[in-house]
C-alpha cells in the first residue's frame, strides 16, 4: 500500500525556520521524482519545489526560492522541505507528492502557520 506521511509542520514566528519530512512506502521511491505543494484556503495547490528522482536537479517556485531547500534521502525513503525566513504568507497546508510517468500519489498534508 502506497504511504505518504508528511510531518515537522506547526505554528512558527516570521523569521523562523522549520523542516518539514515526507516518510514513503509501498513504492520504489529513488525512481520517483518528488514534490512539495502547498494550499492556501480559498487557493489552488501550486508547486512550491521538486527534486528529480536522484537529487541532481531541483526547482523553486520564485516566491521561495533562496529561502527554501528540498532535499531527499532515498536510502531512509524520505523527503525533506527546510524552511527559513518563514514569512505570513507561507502559511498554507503542505503537501508531499510522487510521480513517476502516469503514477501520482499525494500525501494528506501538515499545516504551516506563520504568524506573531
Known amino acids: 500500500q502506497v504511504q505518504l506521511v508528511e510531518s515537522g509542520g506547526g505554528l512558527v514566528q516570521p523569521g523562523g525556520s522549520l523542516r518539514l519530512s515526507c516518510a514513503a512506502s509501498g513504492f520504489t521511491f529513488s525512481t520517483y521524482r518528488m514534490s512539495w505543494y502547498r494550499q492556501c484556503p480559498g487557493k489552488e495547490r501550486e508547486l512550491v519545489a521538486y527534486?528529480?528522482?536522484?537529487?541532481?536537479?531541483?526547482f523553486y517556485a520564485a516566491s521561495v526560492k533562496g529561502r527554501f531547500t528540498i532535499s531527499r534521502e532515498n536510502t531512509k525513503k524520505t523527503l525533506y522541505l527546510q524552511m527559513n525566513n518563514l514569512k505570513p504568507e507561507d502559511t498554507a497546508v503542505y503537501y508531499c507528492k510522487a510521480n513517476l510517468f502516469d503514477y501520482t500519489y499525494w500525501g494528506q498534508g501538515t499545516q504551516v502557520t506563520v504568524s506573531s
Open positions: 527534486i528529480t528522482s536522484t537529487g541532481g536537479s531541483t
